[in-house]
């Protein structure tokens, strides 16, 4: 049988593109699809109920919000999705593929930013080398972000205490653990994520302040203090 697949879409806010998301939950494979709103101002909840197996509300923070999602789910396998991605048809079988016969503890996958029609010609060729970028480091060092749709077993999610629940960097930390428990894997498969915030701040400026981060929380900066600086930069 097929194992249990539970899809965890935290959101704040996503009235727009959280449809399209849970959607895309189901046409991949999803046996359960759990959104866990943070206290949203539109009608993210209302638009999420009648396509989400379940809808539960947290405070705002996308690891209690995911780890809220979790303990609500029954999948043997869980799936952490952004509000602004979405999986391709069938992607979840290389998920159970990866879980059941290649013996792995979790993972990611490969990703596509996408970029509005209108976008220059750079920006389009700046977030097509990011996205490779994205999976070249998480092959090298076995870190995976949110955006890659991290999966991991539930024993072995229960077992590393699931997501931290800091201000940023959830994620990286929980690939460490993750990496610490057992074999991870880049599936090759391309889920396809909003490249709006890169456009947003502009592509390599964006670049740049992310993947500083990520180096100075590797050098021991804390967690509220890398928050700290992205808020800075987000709002300047």
Same mark, same amino acid.
């Given at each position: 049988? %097929?194992?249990?697949?539970?899809?965890?879409?935290?959101?704040?806010?996503?009235?727009?593109?959280?449809?399209?998301?849970?959607?895309?939950?189901?046409?991949?494979?999803?046996?359960?699809?759990?959104?866990?709103?943070?206290?949203?101002? /539109?009608?993210?909840?209302?638009?999420?109920? %009648?396509?989400?197996?379940?809808?539960?509300?947290?405070?705002?923070?996308?690891?209690?919000?995911?780890?809220?999602?979790?303990?609500?789910?029954?999948?043997?396998?869980?799936?952490?999705?952004?509000?602004?991605?979405?999986? %391709?048809?069938?992607?979840? /079988?290389?998920?159970?593929?990866?879980?059941?016969?290649?013996?792995?503890?979790?993972?990611?996958?490969?990703?596509?930013?996408?970029?509005?029609?209108?976008?220059?010609?750079?920006? +389009?060729?700046?977030?097509?080398?990011?996205?490779?970028?994205?999976?070249?480091?998480? +092959?090298?060092?076995?870190?995976?972000?949110?955006?890659?749709?991290?999966?991991?077993?539930?024993?072995?999610?229960?077992?590393?205490?699931?997501?931290?629940?800091?201000?940023?960097?959830?994620?990286?930390?929980?690939?460490?653990?993750?990496?610490?428990?057992?074999?991870?894997?880049?599936?090759?498969?391309?889920?396809?994520?909003?490249?709006?915030?890169?456009?947003?701040?502009? %592509?390599?400026?964006?670049?740049?302040?992310?993947?500083?981060?990520?180096?100075?929380?590797?050098?021991?900066?804390?967690?509220?203090?890398?928050?700290?600086?992205?808020?800075?930069?987000?709002?300047?």
């Amino acid at each position: 049988m %097929p194992v249990r697949t539970s899809v965890v879409l935290p959101a704040l806010n996503e009235e727009a593109v959280l449809p399209a998301a849970i959607r895309s939950a189901r046409e991949a494979g999803a046996d359960e699809v759990i959104v866990v709103d943070g206290g949203s101002s /539109d009608r993210t909840v209302e638009v999420a109920r %009648p396509l989400a197996d379940l809808v539960i509300g947290r405070p705002a923070g996308r690891a209690s919000q995911m780890n809220a999602g979790a303990r609500s789910s029954s999948g043997e396998i869980l799936v952490f999705l952004h509000a602004d991605t979405v999986l %391709p048809p069938g992607a979840l /079988d290389a998920v159970r593929a990866a879980v059941r016969e290649g013996g792995f503890s979790g993972g990611g996958f490969s990703v596509l930013l996408a970029v509005s029609p209108s976008s220059s010609l750079y920006c +389009k060729a700046i977030l097509r080398l990011t996205g490779r970028m994205i999976g070249l480091r998480s +092959k090298l060092f076995r870190t995976y972000t949110g955006d890659q749709a991290i999966f991991v077993r539930r024993d072995v999610f229960e077992s590393i205490g699931g997501f931290p629940e800091i201000p940023l960097m959830e994620d990286v930390e929980f690939s460490r653990r993750l990496a610490a428990r057992g074999m991870t894997l880049l599936i090759p498969v391309r889920i396809i994520t909003s490249g709006r915030r890169w456009e947003a701040s502009g %592509p390599f400026r964006t670049i740049l302040l992310m993947w500083g981060l990520r180096l100075a929380y590797a050098l021991g900066m804390s967690p509220a203090r890398c928050a700290e600086l992205y808020r800075r930069s987000r709002s300047r």
